[in-house]
Each structure stands twice: as structure tokens, then as C-alpha cells.
């Protein structure tokens, strides 16, 4: 079967025992002015980690995820996933993002966009085959949307968009998965469906970085908490949670 | 069958009115799923100044006697990449790239054509006269046409994608800003069949209303198109059946068609609303 990728670089294997993510000494700008939205970070996560990005507004948890994902230019620093440059291997890494970055009145059902989850591996020109399919379906089963499948995207509600895009990032098949705040204005349906799927992801040996501003449960649903602090200046606490190493007890 | 005849007779007994025939279906065909996009992605505007830059182009290729058609095609695809480029990281924002470049290109193409001391001659263009199609616009129609179709079905998820979700696009590494300059291109390619039919100012009418009333009646993104197509063709046909009947513009008649069209989409979606809010109450 014919494949002609988005990008030229596509399926390179990951180098072994490299780090799940690995960002050393990263500066990004920001994307509407000319100040550092990011300045020295640095950061590793390992494979099959579930890792919590906390931080005030504004302290660059968004930024961060973008610049993992590719979607804005490196200043200074390096971005190594799995061991390999941003941009080397698109499967790889799925992006969950905010929900106002998508216009939901776009004439779509929920089902297409969560085919939109297998694009990366179809390239131009090749359309959804079979296992396109039972991947969709499977992420749709998963996340309890069977039902709505053919509803417009744009008539679901809030959570019901948020599971939409976690399907999609399901779908993708995807290692490394940066979800940017997924718990927002969400029922608690959808959290406690949320806290099962990344459970399902980690013994599956995938990586999850989730930007989230809920500290009630870090513990529990993460290995390993990142700070973000005070937008340029960056601090990092990293480590694996107990209770008593939670740097933001409640 | 009187009736029938009656109906066909123009296009039986004139050569012209076939032309015009054939022209119209495919502008309709052209313009229709395009405009679908021009409406979701709320590019109307750039339509409509699409449109109008095209007129320096047209007025060149015929003060140097060269085919209007590559004029046009020429300035209108320069002012795509234009306003691309002009607004690209939003250093200008869209909407003021275009106004310059838009009204910028209209009065140069004004000011070429009070050159040559005779508006007259470019009447057609700017009101459109479908009447007047020849063999050889026909078949540059029809090249278009299958330019811009096929990349429009070819291409259909990459479009559709980068259309409401570009990060996700992007993500992937499919280049949101790559696919809105070949939309523009092809946008641009579609406004100089249009305006053969309805002439400059009226074209972002055939790429607008079809689409629009379109999306009054269904939310899926083929289903749109297809109906869209069937408006634009519809109108087309209709509109100039009436200009031959009643001698009147066909430009403007096969406007007002599609407007009576986008009418009746929107009386279709209140009676389709108020039913069902009747059921449900």
C-alpha cells in the first residue's frame, strides 16, 4: 500500500532506553511578543510515566506542551522524544488541545473527528480503511461515546467534546500524549473516565504529560508532578509523589 | 409538452444559449464546494476582493491584446499570495491586508482602463455576460473545473481538517498555512470562472449565497456541498432562462436567483425549527 507522509521524516524507530521525553535547557518565545515565554527548562520523563504539569496561569504549561508537540520554534535548548528530535516521528506524539482551539460549528460528526486521530498514519491521499475503523470505534467504546457517534461536534457538551478529543488522541495510538488541561469545566463522569483511560495508558507502557490545575488527586493518578513557575523564570520540582514530597499539599 | 418545448427552444434554436448553458453548470459546479469552504472558514471577504483585483489583469492581457482569461487568472493568484504574505504571523492582520490590496488593484485596473477611453468595452466584465461565452472560454471553464474538483476531492480530508482544527493538522505535521495558500490559489482560480458568468461584482455572490443556504438546511460537510451545487446550477439555469425571457441582465438574474434560493433555505430551516419545537413542547 502506498503512503506519502505530511512530512518527509516518518516511522523512525525510537532510540533504545531513551527517555520517554527529554527537554534540556529549553527557551521558547512567545508567540505574540518578543519576551521569553520559557527560559532554561529542562525535564525527563520515562516511558509508561504519568506526569502532572502544574502551575499558576500563565506560567508557560501550555507553551511547553506546544513546543513538545512541534507547534512553535525552539530558541534555544533541545527536545528529545524517545530519544529523537520534535518533528521526527508525528505518530508518535498526540496533542489534546485546549477545546477553544477548534471550531466546533464546523459541519462534522464526532465519529470524523475522531477519525481525524488516524490522518498521521494515512498520509495524502489514502482514505480510512478497516482498521482505521476499529481503531475509531475502539477509542469511542472506550470513552463511552458510541451513542452520540453521529452527532454534530458542535451540539455535545462540554465534557462530551473533551472525551471527543481524548478519543481522537486514543485513536492516534500515540506514545507520548500531552493532554493541556482536560479537566477543565468537565463533569465528574468524564474525570472518573479520564483517571481509568491514563491508568489504561501507563500499563500499556504510554506516557502521558497533562497540564492541569486539580492538585486534589496528584498522588493518585500521577508518578511523577513537573512545576511550572512564574513564566520565565522556571523551577522545576520533579520527583516521584508520596504524600509527604507533594510540593503543593492542599 | 408545449410547455417543454417552449422551455428548450432557446437552447435548441441558439448556439449562444448553449454556451451559456454549459457555462453556467460549470460555474456552478466550480464555485459551489469551494464556497462551501469560503463560508466555513468565513473567507468571504477575500472572495469578493478576489474578485475585484482580477480586473487589472483582465484590463492588461486586453490593452496588449493577450487572453483575458491568463490576465486574470495571473493578477488573481498574485493577490492571493499577496494578501498571504502581507498577513503571514499577522504583522498586518487579514482583513487589512486585503482591503489594501483589493482596492489597491481595483483602481489600478480603473485606472488602466480610462487608458484606453472606453469603459464601455469593459462592461461585460464587471456585470458579466454569460451571453457572450465562446468555444475556447469553455473549455478553459472546464480545465478549472477539473483542477479545482479534483484537488477539492483529492485533497477533501487535508482541507476539511486544517479548516476547523489546524493545531491538530499541524500536530501531524500537515501544514495548516501550505493548504490556505493552495485554498486561496484555487479560490482564485474559481473567481475568474465566475466572473465570466456574473461579471466582478457580483461573484462572491455565486461562491457566498449557495454555500450559505447550504448550510441552513444540513451539517455535514458533503451533504453541503452537494446541496450547494445544486442551488448554484439550479440558479444558474433558471436565472438565465429569465434574462432570456424577460431581456434582462443575466448577470444580475442569476443572482437573484441564488438570493430567492438562499431565501427559501432559510423559510425551509424556521418551518423545520418551529415544527419540531411544536413536537417538543
Excluded at chain 1, 477509542?139 to 455535545?156: E, F, K, V
Excluded at chain 2, 485606472?111 to 475556447?136: A, E, Q
Amino acid at each position: 500500500m502506498f503512503h506519502f507522509p505530511y512530512s518527509r521524516r516518518h516511522y523512525t524507530a525510537p532510540v533504545a532506553g531513551a527517555p520517554a521525553l527529554e527537554v534540556r535547557q529549553l527557551s521558547v518565545m512567545h508567540a505574540d511578543s518578543d519576551s521569553l515565554a520559557l527560559k532554561d527548562v529542562s525535564l525527563v520523563v520515562h516511558p509508561g510515566e504519568r506526569a502532572a504539569l502544574i502551575g499558576p496561569n500563565g506560567a508557560g504549561k501550555t507553551t511547553l506542551l506546544k513546543a513538545i508537540a512541534g507547534l512553535l520554534p525552539i530558541v534555544s535548548g533541545e527536545i528529545l522524544i524517545y530519544g529523537l528530535p520534535v518533528g521526527a516521528c508525528h505518530h508518535r506524539v498526540a496533542y489534546l488541545p485546549q477545546r477553544g482551539e477548534i471550531d466546533w460549528r464546523f459541519p462534522i460528526t464526532l465519529r470524523h473527528l475522531v477519525m481525524t486521530g488516524r490522518y498521521v498514519h494515512l498520509g495524502w491521499l489514502r482514505r480510512p480503511g478497516r482498521e482505521d475503523d476499529m481503531a475509531v470505534d475502539r477509542a469511542l467504546t472506550i470513552m463511552g461515546l458510541s451513542d452520540l457517534a453521529q452527532r454534530q461536534i458542535g451540539q455535545l457538551s462540554g465534557g462530551q467534546q473533551q472525551r471527543t478529543l481524548l478519543a481522537r488522541a486514543l485513536a492516534q495510538d500515540a506514545d507520548l500524549l500531552l493532554l493541556d488541561e482536560p479537566l477543565n469545566a468537565i463533569d465528574k463522569d468524564t474525570r472518573a473516565m479520564l483517571a481509568t483511560v491514563m491508568n489504561d495508558l501507563r500499563q500499556q507502557g504510554k506516557t502521558v504529560i497533562m497540564a492541569t490545575h486539580d492538585l486534589s488527586r496528584l498522588e493518585h493518578d500521577f508518578e511523577r508532578v513537573l512545576t511550572l513557575v512564574d513564566g520565565r523564570e522556571t523551577i522545576l520540582l520533579e520527583g516521584v509523589i508520596t504524600p509527604e514530597t507533594n510540593p503543593m499539599p492542599l | 409538452m408545449n410547455i417543454l418545448n417552449d422551455l428548450l427552444d432557446p437552447f435548441i434554436r441558439f448556439e449562444f444559449m448553449r454556451n451559456s448553458l454549459a457555462a453556467v453548470i460549470l460555474v456552478g459546479l466550480v464555485c459551489a464546494p469551494i464556497g462551501v469552504y469560503v463560508v466555513l472558514r468565513r473567507m468571504a471577504f477575500i472572495g469578493d476582493a478576489l474578485a475585484h483585483t482580477i480586473l487589472p489583469g483582465i484590463v492588461f492581457a486586453s490593452i496588449r491584446g493577450l487572453n483575458l482569461f491568463v490576465g486574470a487568472v495571473l493578477a488573481a493568484v498574485a493577490t492571493a499570495l499577496g494578501i498571504g504574505w502581507l498577513s503571514r504571523r499577522e504583522s498586518v492582520r487579514e482583513d487589512t491586508a486585503i482591503g489594501i490590496v483589493f482596492t489597491g488593484m481595483f483602481a489600478l485596473g480603473i485606472l488602466l482602463m480610462s487608458t484606453t477611453r472606453t469603459f464601455r468595452d469593459f462592461t461585460h466584465i464587471l456585470f458579466g455576460n454569460i451571453l457572450g461565452t465562446t468555444r475556447d472560454d469553455l473549455i478553459l471553464t472546464a480545465i478549472i473545473a477539473v483542477i479545482v474538483i479534483g484537488s477539492l476531492v483529492l485533497f477533501h480530508k487535508e482541507f476539511e481538517l486544517t479548516s476547523f482544527d489546524p493545531t491538530h493538522a499541524e500536530v501531524i505535521g500537515l501544514k495548516a498555512d501550505r493548504q490556505r495558500y493552495w485554498l486561496l490559489i484555487l479560490l482564485a482560480l474559481t473567481v475568474v470562472t465566475a466572473i465570466q458568468a456574473v461579471g466582478v461584482v457580483l461573484t462572491s455572490a455565486m461562491l457566498v449565497t449557495p454555500a450559505a443556504a447550504a448550510s441552513l438546511v444540513t451539517n455535514r460537510l458533503p451533504r453541503m456541498m452537494m446541496v450547494a451545487t445544486v442551488i448554484a446550477i439550479g440558479s444558474g439555469v433558471v436565472g438565465l432562462y429569465f434574462s432570456y425571457r424577460f431581456s434582462v441582465a443575466s448577470g444580475a438574474s442569476i443572482v437573484l436567483t441564488c438570493t430567492a434560493a438562499f431565501g427559501a433555505a432559510w423559510l425551509i430551516r424556521i418551518s423545520v425549527r418551529w415544527i419540531n419545537r411544536r413536537r417538543a413542547a
